[in-house]
Nanobody, 124 residues
Framework: QVQLVESGGGLVQAGGSLRLSCAAS????????MGWFRQAPGKERDFVAA????????LYSDSVKGRFTMSRENAKNTLDLQMNGLKPEDAARYFC?????????????????WGQGTQVTVSS
């Protein structure tokens, strides 16, 4: 089992920045990829960004490309998401996820483990 704990959410004005962090613990050695997803009330869980843990290949959704940046620290099993230029439409609950096996990085159904999420609110 892998446990994931997110932190760093909060309230920010449009145009501002937040940094989310995900700490992984447990049986992390077999992790293939980790990613960030978000879900707004009444909407489906959407892909934000993901990274393969060994090779470091990254994938970003078009909606955040150029504004959000992931960074990882393998030794500490942490994955951060720096979010700049936040827009009201970025407001959602952000979830960290991990996958054991090679999967399409942008498909939430393929991820095995999920954190509880952290709330991001963007005021206009």
């Amino acid at each position: 089992q892998v446990q994931l704990v997110e932190s760093g959410g909060g309230l920010v004005q449009a145009g501002g920045s937040l940094r989310l962090s995900c700490a992984a613990s447990g049986r992390t050695r077999g992790t293939y990829a980790m990613g960030w997803f978000r879900q707004a009330p009444g909407k489906e869980r959407d892909f934000v960004a993901a990274i393969t843990w060994i090779g470091g290949s990254t994938l970003y959704s078009d909606s955040v490309k150029g504004r959000f940046t992931m960074s990882r620290e393998n030794a500490k099993n942490t994955l951060d998401l720096q979010m700049n230029g936040l827009k009201p439409e970025d407001a959602a609950r952000y979830f960290c996820a991990a996958a054991d096996n090679p999967v399409p990085l942008n498909n939430p159904r393929q991820y095995n483990y999920w954190g509880q999420g952290t709330q991001v609110t963007v005021s206009s």
